[in-house]
């Protein structure tokens, strides 16, 4: 059984604003270069540009296409990431370790909002100890 987060409500009403400017921010970057994805929910498409037909053109159609291509998904990652941390807020489960149970240090998540493990099981995972 989760626990629910002890977190006072000014530390997450704190978190929470974060969380939505952060996930305007990474919505804003995809639109620039992407389409979202119709059939599936936050996902994008990097778009492929259209410079024209000569060769050097295609040329560089095709560098943009692959230079976006990994933006995209690391991009949409990290909005995955802060989608989930703001459903865990809504649910008041946020801040607690997904491997112990137990609350994330407010340090960490000041460092890393989207985090969804505390530092000892982060290590434990990461052969650190």
Do not use: W
Request: include cysteine; hydrophobic fraction near 30%.
């Amino acid at each position: 059984m989760t626990k629910k987060s002890g977190f006072t409500t000014q530390f997450l009403d704190n978190i929470k604003t974060k969380l939505l400017e952060e996930k305007k921010h990474l919505e804003s970057e995809l639109s620039q270069f992407t389409t979202k994805n119709t059939h599936v929910q936050d996902d994008y498409d990097a778009s492929f540009p259209e410079y024209g037909d000569e060769s050097d053109d295609n040329a560089r159609e095709i560098a943009d296409y692959t230079a976006n291509k990994p933006l995209e998904i690391s991009i949409e990652n990290t909005l995955r990431d802060v989608i989930k941390a703001l459903v865990s807020l809504d649910k008041g489960t946020y801040g607690i370790c997904k491997y112990c149970d137990q609350p994330i240090d407010e340090k960490r998540l000041m460092a890393r909002m989207t985090s969804g493990s505390c530092v000892s099981c982060k290590k434990t995972l990461t052969d650190e100890v």
